[in-house]
């Protein structure tokens, strides 16, 4: 087993080891922010047939090369089409037909005059103005035609997305699966956030911080609960979540006498492939895989914002490869760092920093103590600032690579135009 | 009633009639990206005592002012301090203790040695280094104290919230509650996705992409089916919707004999604000409040790209206001446009584009066929570029503002670090 690897080498095994899953097949209806599977041909014509874009009425061109608001032509209202409906017979030189937004056009018609350009009375319409060859008409086939590609393999899934696949009749159709993520915490100083915290213990508080993590990359989440500082009661709880995807654990792969995860882990067959990455916060992360399932296992750190910093930088990326992502890793932004930071050369770090815009750039804020036990300053942070690991410092002002942690961050509170 | 507003101003008129919905209480579990309505202070210390923060041993640093690999110093093992345990007894001059990550520094010690910084054996420890104070050592409440603003009413959550809260014990915390929208689709021409479509038919697509932009915004849809053309079918359906917060309809609100859609409404209360607003695609929204529930009412155009760009102008905007959100807007950014438009001045034209990165600059290409009934257009945008109302061209190369409709759109394929 390797040891004290740098972020990119961690981050290569581990995407090399997460694997696509497979397709399901689900209702299109809650597709939403799936990836396709599939791609989609279009099964039907849209429109079906040449259509009007306006209420008005339906003409020949070549009746009204002359007609305009001072010498309106008036034309018999022959009949009416309705959208959803069709004509009752060729529109003849000389005649106008009534129709509506979506109706087709009747056979014989070439334009549709808006009904604001006309005035009617009594079974007959003025037409005001001299209209062109397929004025308001819509091409049948203008938005797909049978057999068009609509949407390839591989994208995710918008709103607009569904529309399409409804409006060829899909209504159910093939994703990428979600990966099944099993939690769990160890400790004998854990307790659940419902149940009394005494002097000396600590509420397990990584269970919902991961758990929705998970749940904000589309994968789901269980929770094998709280493992006692036994290598039974660690090794009886893994045996629960060998069914998933992916085991998350925090806390317990460490080198202490009472970190009983790795060798719980190995017992249930888990090949570890790696521990410890040179970065801070989050050294004592371990990888490896089950076979023959090939269920990767991330052992993270126990304090909350290494768990946290560590499940971003590995155990995201993952996931969405799993699910078909192709976009795996969450957006970076260039800002100014407002103060100096010095740290030893040897690991990258990762710091916490708010961000504001000031005369068109991004200032990067580090939220204070960065200490790795101090959730508190993950929720006041927008991303982490890299802080590359082989430099010794950087000073005020100089620019840096920010990770934006909350999708969020882009939106506006004013409209933008 | 109002006719042919600008986008300003039936934004306006729509926000001031958004009100901010009340709280609810939900599972902390369950509150990922939910407004906090409440401000959090903590009930707690965290951590609870002056803790270690390696595995290692526990001292007092006046014993190992001397101390180095050379010159070890040599202190015998007095008692074992695990995580979620504590200390038998003080510290005295002269000891040390074992002690693990997490658990309470003993009283009288103040440092903690690394374990890779001693040499065990048989019940005494080497010490290989001089600890300066408080080496390696968590200061109780170091991340917070009991009556500390945790966090901010207003706050979207995220995992790290979740988190949070769970380390002071809050299972269950007050939100604001997610809008419920009842979604009415009418015409005679629609049918459902699952049945025949015959000539002239066309697939009810906006239910699929609205009901979906809905759940993308975080509001709660129910889908009322397809009224056909008549006043009393309209009526009875939107009865059925008079509970949720918001209904929104598609089809039905214009000039035309066959929009039953505005009578019926006004027949159950609604009290319209305005009709039209000079943008493209898009010009015949409508939209209105029933008292005395203050319910919403947003009467979308049919075609399908017209109401998914309404939607996001207007409804999405809406909603996130009754959500308790203060940033309402999608990301914009500037892109410079790979074609000339033009148009006639009068109408704000959102133009479909895709965009691409090129010599760290956006280039949006207009997604071709601008036609209001091209939802596939939508499908391979990235957004919406702003053609100004009073503009009548813009050149190629020349700057606009892009709307983001994705929030995928910032993720990245590489890590960018």
Same mark, same amino acid.
């Given at each position: 087993?390797?040891?004290?690897?740098?972020?990119?080498?961690?981050?290569?095994? /581990?995407l090399?080891?997460?694997?696509?899953?497979?397709?399901?097949?689900?209702?299109?209806?809650?597709?939403?922010?799936?990836?396709? +599977?599939?791609?989609?041909?279009?099964?039907r014509?849209?429109?079906?047939?040449?259509?009007?874009?306006?209420?008005?009425?339906?003409?020949r061109?070549?009746?009204?090369?002359? *007609?305009s608001?001072d010498? =309106?032509?008036?034309?018999?209202?022959?009949?009416?089409v309705?959208?959803?409906g069709?004509?009752?017979?060729?529109?003849? *030189?000389?005649?106008?037909?009534?129709?509506?937004?979506?109706?087709?056009?009747?056979?014989?018609?070439?334009?549709?005059?808006?009904?604001?350009?006309?005035?009617?009375?009594? !079974?007959?319409?003025?037409?005001?103005?001299?209209?062109?060859?397929?004025?308001?008409?819509?091409?049948?086939?203008?938005?797909?035609?049978?057999? %068009?590609?609509l949407?390839?393999?591989?994208?995710?899934? !918008?709103?607009?997305?569904?529309?399409?696949? *409804?409006? /060829?009749?899909?209504?159910?159709?093939?994703?990428?699966?979600?990966p099944?993520?099993? /939690? &769990?915490?160890?400790?004998?100083?854990?307790?659940? =956030?419902? !149940?009394?915290?005494?002097?000396?213990?600590?509420?397990s508080?990584?269970?919902y911080?991961?758990?929705? *993590?998970?749940r904000?990359?589309?994968?789901e989440?269980?929770?094998?609960?709280?493992?006692?500082d036994?290598?039974?009661?660690?090794?009886?709880?893994?045996? +629960?979540?060998?069914?998933?995807?992916?085991?998350?654990?925090?806390?317990?792969?460490?080198?202490?006498?009472? %970190?009983? #995860?790795?060798?719980?882990?190995?017992?249930?067959?888990?090949?570890?492939?790696?521990?410890?990455?040179?970065?801070? =916060?989050?050294?004592?992360?371990?990888?490896? @895989? /089950?076979?023959?399932t090939?269920?990767?296992?991330?052992?993270?750190?126990?304090?909350?914002?290494?768990?946290?910093?560590?499940?971003e930088?590995?155990?995201?990326?993952?996931?969405?490869?799993?699910? !078909?992502? @192709? %976009? &795996?890793?969450?957006?970076?932004?260039r +800002?100014?760092?407002s103060?100096?930071? @010095?740290?030893?050369?040897?690991?990258?770090?990762?710091?916490?920093?708010? &961000?504001?815009?000031?005369?068109?750039?991004?200032?990067?804020?580090?939220?204070?103590?960065?200490?790795?036990? #101090?959730? @508190?300053?993950?929720?006041?942070?927008?991303?982490?600032?890299?802080?590359?690991?082989?430099?010794?410092?950087?000073?005020?002002?100089?620019?840096?690579a920010?990770?934006? &942690?909350?999708?969020?961050?882009? %939106?506006?509170?004013?409209?933008?135009?």
């Amino acid at each position: 087993m390797r040891e004290g690897l740098s972020v990119d080498e961690a981050q290569e095994l /581990i995407l090399a080891a997460s694997v696509p899953l497979g397709a399901e097949t689900v209702s299109t209806a809650e597709a939403a922010a799936r990836v396709l +599977a599939e791609s989609v041909d279009s099964t039907r014509r849209h429109p079906p047939a040449d259509c009007s874009a306006m209420d008005g009425y339906a003409v020949r061109h070549a009746d009204l090369t002359h *007609a305009s608001a001072d010498a =309106p032509v008036s034309l018999p209202v022959v009949y009416e089409v309705a959208a959803g409906g069709h004509a009752a017979r060729s529109l003849e *030189a000389g005649e106008a037909a009534r129709i509506f937004t979506g109706a087709p056009l009747p056979p014989g018609a070439d334009s549709v005059v808006r009904q604001e350009d006309t005035r009617a009375s009594d !079974g007959r319409v003025e037409i005001l103005v001299s209209p062109e060859p397929r004025l308001h008409v819509r091409d049948g086939g203008e938005d797909f035609e049978v057999g %068009d590609r609509l949407i390839e393999a591989g994208v995710v899934l !918008g709103s607009s997305h569904l529309g399409v696949l *409804a409006s /060829i009749g899909r209504t159910i159709v093939s994703v990428s699966q979600r990966p099944t993520v099993s /939690i &769990l915490s160890s400790g004998d100083e854990l307790v659940e =956030p419902d !149940g009394p915290a005494d002097a000396g213990q600590i509420v397990s508080s990584n269970s919902y911080t991961l758990a929705a *993590a998970c749940r904000e990359t589309g994968a789901e989440p269980s929770y094998l609960g709280i493992a006692r500082d036994s290598p039974e009661d660690v090794e009886r709880r893994l045996r +629960a979540g060998l069914r998933a995807d992916v085991i998350v654990t925090s806390a317990g792969v460490s080198v202490g006498d009472h %970190d009983h #995860v790795r060798g719980a882990l190995e017992k249930v067959g888990c090949k570890l492939q790696f521990w410890g990455v040179r970065m801070k =916060p989050g050294y004592p992360l371990a990888f490896g @895989t /089950i076979e023959p399932t090939g269920t990767l296992v991330f052992g993270l750190p126990g304090n909350p914002v290494s768990a946290a910093v560590t499940f971003e930088q590995f155990v995201r990326p993952a996931l969405r490869k799993m699910m !078909g992502h @192709t %976009d &795996l890793y969450r957006p970076v932004i260039r +800002a100014r760092i407002s103060e100096r930071m @010095t740290k030893q050369a040897g690991r990258l770090h990762f710091v916490r920093v708010s &961000l504001e815009r000031r005369d068109g750039e991004f200032i990067a804020n580090p939220t204070g103590n960065q200490s790795s036990g #101090v959730l @508190t300053s993950m929720t006041r942070g927008d991303g982490l600032a890299i802080f590359a690991a082989e430099a010794e410092s950087i000073d005020a002002g100089e620019e840096v690579a920010v990770q934006i &942690l909350d999708a969020g961050f882009f %939106d506006q509170s004013e409209r933008g135009f």
